[in-house]
């Protein structure tokens, strides 16, 4: 879960992808202090780190590979399983408009798909 780390002021810092993963080196932070006192890694000999910070990123990571990457070609779309045919027992005049302009909606694109779906057999 670490996307990369960095040196600045002389202070490691962890960038992360998930708050889970911050929550757990924040738990683990004197840790990996106390490791790097008795093994600093060769690309750190050079540096003098008096502290470690991590912070997590919401930033999207971008791949080489364009597999990683695919679009969809098209967006999914379903046929619309609703046929409008309900009572509306509303008695509020303005509720019972919004229901009605709702079940028109949903008759006319059924009755809209099931012209598209007989010409185009």
Same mark, same amino acid.
């Given at each position: 879960?670490? #996307?990369?780390?960095? *040196?600045?002021? #002389? +202070? ?14 924040? @738990? !683990?932070?004197? /840790?990996?202090? /106390? ?6 890694? +060769? ?7 008096? &502290? *470690? #910070? ?16 695919? +679009? ?12 409008? !045919?309900? @009572? *509306?027992?509303?008695? &509020?005049? #303005? ?6 302009? *709702?079940? +028109?909606?949903?008759?006319?694109? !059924? ?5 598209? /779906?007989?010409?185009?057999?």
């Amino acid at each position: 879960m670490i #996307k990369f780390a960095y *040196i600045k002021n #002389k +202070t490691l810092f962890f960038v992360l992808n998930h708050p889970g993963a911050k929550q757990e080196f924040d @738990n !683990n932070i004197q /840790s990996i202090k /106390s490791a790097l006192k008795f093994h600093t890694p +060769t690309e750190c000999e050079n540096e003098t780190i008096t &502290d *470690i #910070k991590a912070f997590v990123t919401h930033k999207p990571t971008f791949y080489a590979n364009k597999t990683v990457l695919q +679009t969809p070609k098209e967006i999914a779309s379903y046929k619309e399983r609703a046929t409008g !045919n309900f @009572n *509306i027992p509303v008695q &509020d005049e #303005k509720l019972y408009a919004l229901i009605r302009s *709702i079940q +028109t909606i949903i008759k006319e694109k !059924n009755e809209t798909e099931r012209k598209n /779906s007989t010409t185009s057999q």
